[in-house]
């Protein structure tokens, strides 16, 4: 009975570490076109799925450019659902997000 209970909390454990973790995906350096899976304001952040099933996690930093028609839009104006065009730069397992474009 005891070993019974062991394997039914492990197998919770890991079926709840996979089911919080996102699954993201490191690419090469490039520009990208997707849709705005999440938004993470407090954390400036969002996940952008790629037209080829990728799905990037993107930290901004204070040196990404956020525009519209090619003029500086803020953070708070990106929703999901939205178009949007990616140039990233790959360091490490990291993407770091250079330009993000809406298309919309």
Sequence with gaps: MKAKIVNTLLFST????FA???GTDVVESGT????IKEVEPSKTEIYVETDDDKTLELYFNDSTELTRNGTT???SELQEGMRVEVE???QGKRLNPLA?????
């Design 14 to 17: 890991i079926l709840l570490f």
């Design 88 to 90: 990233v730069e790959k």
């Design 32 to 35: 990208y076109e997707g849709t």
């Design 73 to 75: 839009v803020d953070f």
């Design 20 to 22: 919080c973790g996102e």
């Design 100 to 104: 993000v474009r809406l298309l919309e």
